[in-house]
């Protein structure tokens, strides 16, 4: 009789130990997921900040260089001007080089690490002189759309270039022409940000192409909005949301097909990139199981003790009730 009460009472701590698993698990799986995605967007904002403190520093270095007498009135100390811009920028590894225009868009100046001479190059159809020309004012900047540069030290490089109008008297004479390196650009703001090996990370441009792609680098320069195209992460949902989120300077997270996905803007004037980063949620899953399991196997360790001390209590009760018994009988 007593193995099968201790039979029943082990199968039911089993029991309560199991439903007791799913219950926590059910419980604590939404609130970690949101912990999860808290702390993933916190990463992706941070990271997203630091993007845009690089731009701001920089852009407003190049209007700063924009707006020197230098550049309005040629001289001796044009070229000076440029080079020490140059040696300022270089040591960061982003910059390669700065070029000053004349109106027209043809290069009248350039300095760059290099050292190679592209004076003559005309600027004039790239978007950015055309900005400059006649939609900027006097010490503004702008952060223009990744483009192949085809002069000084990036020739050939994916860029994004960054110019500043010059005027003189109030009348546009020319423009200080840079860029920033885009591959070592986005290495050294976001090849480190992953929450794990696992964890993808994307920059979106302006025009919805992807400047990077920590899971496929080949896709680089991909437009991931576009018609036709599969839907950007696997889902027509998320893309939507992400596509609407390009154009705005809110942040969010979303939680798709196994997905937990968190953005955040790059702010650069009056346009955005995206910084998008994806974990896998069964990721947070293996993380918090080992959770579970000891919260289990606590609850077990502690109901299989109770079960022990009471078999030892009941056992010593027994023991003391036939001792009673004997003397009772002795006395008899």
Do not use: C
Not at 216 to 234: I, M, Q, R, S, W
């Amino acid at each position: 009789m007593s193995g099968r009460i201790w039979l029943f009472g082990l199968l039911l701590i089993v029991g309560l130990g199991a439903a007791f698993l799913v219950i926590l698990s059910w419980r604590v799986k939404p609130a970690v997921t949101n912990q999860f995605l808290n702390q993933q967007q916190m990463v992706t904002r941070a990271e997203a900040s630091n993007l845009e403190a690089f731009f701001e520093t920089f852009g407003n270095s190049v209007a700063v260089l924009a707006k020197l007498g230098s550049m309005e009135s040629w001289g001796e100390n044009t070229q000076s001007d440029l080079d020490a811009f140059v040696t300022q920028w270089s040591n960061s590894g982003l910059v390669a080089g700065v070029a000053l225009t004349d109106s027209r868009g043809i290069v009248r100046f350039i300095s760059n690490v290099l050292g190679t001479q592209d004076v003559g190059v005309s600027l004039a159809d790239r978007d950015y002189f055309d900005w400059a020309k006649n939609w900027s004012d006097e010490g503004e900047y702008l952060v223009g759309t990744s483009i192949v540069s085809r002069m000084g030290g990036t020739k050939g490089q994916v860029i994004i270039p960054v110019v500043s109008p010059v005027f003189q008297n109030g009348v546009f004479v020319g423009a200080v022409v840079t860029s920033a390196k885009l591959k070592p650009l986005t290495e050294h703001y976001l090849e480190l940000m992953k929450i794990s090996d696992a964890t993808e990370v994307y920059l979106i441009g302006v025009q919805g192409d992807l400047l990077y792609d920590s899971k496929t680098p080949d896709k680089v320069g991909v437009k991931v909005f576009e018609a036709g195209e599969e839907p950007f992460l696997g889902n027509q949902t998320v893309s939507d949301s992400l596509k609407d989120a390009l154009n705005t300077t809110k942040e969010g997270s979303l939680a798709r097909d196994g997905r937990l996905i968190s953005y955040s803007p790059v702010p650069l004037g009056n346009r955005n990139w995206l910084l998008v980063t994806a974990s896998p949620d069964q990721q947070m899953v293996d993380t918090t199981t080992p959770f579970y399991v000891r919260q289990a196997a606590m609850f077990l360790l502690f109901s299989l003790s109770i079960l022990f001390y009471g078999a030892i209590v009941t056992r010593e009760s027994q023991i003391r009730a036939g001792l009673n018994t004997k003397e009772s009988q002795k006395r008899l």
